[in-house]
C-alpha cells in the first residue's frame, strides 16, 4: 500500500512533485554522521519501515538517515541535491519508527547553483526556521514563499537522531520564456513540470514513474496497475508542463512482456487555471475530452511511435492516458510545442 493511500496529505502536497525523490535523481551529498543509517535511505520513495529482528554490525538497523549519539558540542546536519530545480511549497519530515531516537528539533537551510553543488564558500538562506519534531510522524510544513527556485538543502537535525524520510513538495521549475515556439519539447516530462494527478491503481508502480528520463531501468520502473477482474480499464490524468500542441507520441512498454496492456489510447483537453484536484464528476468527464491518440494495439517491450495517428485538437494542458483493461507502461513521451 502507497504512503498516499495511508497518510492525509496537506493540500500544498497534493499535485506536487517530491523533488527529493531519489527515483528522480535526489542525492545526498554530505553528511556530519550517518553511523546506524545512510543519508540515501531518507531520500527513499517507498515508505518507511520497521524489521524487528534486523541488526547490522553497528546495532539496530533502521530505515532512514540515523547518526550517533552525540557527545561533543554541536549538531549533525546533510546536505541533499534535489532531483531538479524547483520550487518549494512545504516538507514532510518523517519520524516514522523514530520513537526513542528521533531529533527533538530541525531546521532547513536551501542555496541555488546554476551548475555543480555547494562549496564551503556558497550562500544558504533559512526556509525553515528550527521546528519541534516527534516520534513516529509525519511533519508537515508549509512554507509560506514558494517563488524561489532551489537546487540544494541543508537539513539541519538538533541534536542527533534519525530521519525516515524527508519529502519536498513543490515543483518543476522551467523558465518557458525561454524556449520559442518553434521548439520541440517533451510537454509529459517530470523535469519540464508534467505530473501525475489521479489514476485508477498503482498498486504496482506510480503514473509518475511513465513522465521519468530515460527508459525505464526494469520492471518496477514504470506505471504497473493490478490485474482487473471486473469490467472496465485503468488511466491516469497528468498535467502537462505548459499548453501545448502535440504532433508527436511514444508509448514504451519496456521490461512488460507478459504484463504489457492490450491497447492504449490518449485523450486532451485545454483547461488552463486548473487546480490539481479532480473531482469525481470532472474525471468521469475526462472519458469523453477529445480523442488525440485513438486507441492503439500494443506490444510487450517495445517503443511504440505515433506520428500520422495523432488527432489535431488545438491547445492541450491535460491528458488522459487509458490503458485497455491493465497492465504496465514504463514511459509516455508528448512531443510538441508550447501554445
Sequence with gaps: MSEVET?????FAKGAVNLASARLGARGLYTTDEFFAPLSRMLKDDPAVFLPGEYDENGKWMDGWESRRKRVPGHDWAVIRLAMAGHIHGFDIDTSHFTGNYPPHCSIEA?????GDP????????ILPKHPLGPGAHHFVELADKTKVWTHLRLHIYPDGGVARLRVYGSAHVDWSKIPTDKE???AYIFNGAKSLAWSDAHYGHPDLILNSGRGINMGDGWETARRRGPGHDWAIIRLGHSGLIDRIV????HFKGNFPDGAEIRGISLPGHSDYF???EI???ESWPELLPRQKLKADHIHEYKSEVQTIGPVTHVRLAMFPDGG???LRLFGHKA
Excluded at 497518510?7 to 493540500?11: E, L, Q, T, W
Design 284 to 286: 468521469a468527464a475526462a
Design 329 to 331: 507502461i514504463s514511459r
Design 7 to 11: 497518510v492525509a496529505v496537506p493540500d
Design 279 to 281: 473531482t469525481p464528476e
Design 119 to 126: 562549496t564551503d564558500e556558497s550562500d544558504w538562506t533559512e
Design 185 to 187: 519539447i517533451d510537454l
Design 251 to 254: 508509448i514504451d512498454t519496456a
Design 111 to 115: 542555496c541555488f547553483m546554476e551548475d
